[in-house]
């Protein structure tokens, strides 16, 4: 089980974790590979309090990119 600071949440896509984290102004989002203990360097953000969702898009563009046959390929 996986203990998560107050403020952040974690989101499954297509076996990647998305670590949405709320930073004042706005949101952060880590993503995280299968198994990874860090995260990739590409971490999309926004200032802005109410764009959660498009930053979260955001990341799953960069899951989608990394994984172009839909699997997790190590670098």
Do not use: C
Not at 37 to 63: C, H, Q
Request: net charge negative; proline share 8%.
């Amino acid at each position: 089980m996986m203990i998560l600071s107050f403020g952040v949440e974690n989101i499954d896509y297509r076996q990647y974790r998305l670590e949405v984290r709320h930073q004042t102004p706005g949101w952060k989002v880590l993503i995280y590979p299968p198994g990874a203990e860090f995260g990739l360097s590409e971490a999309p953000r926004t200032e802005e309090n109410d764009a959660r969702e498009a930053v979260i898009a955001k990341a799953k563009k960069v899951v989608d990119a990394d994984t172009p046959s839909g699997s997790y390929i190590p670098k």
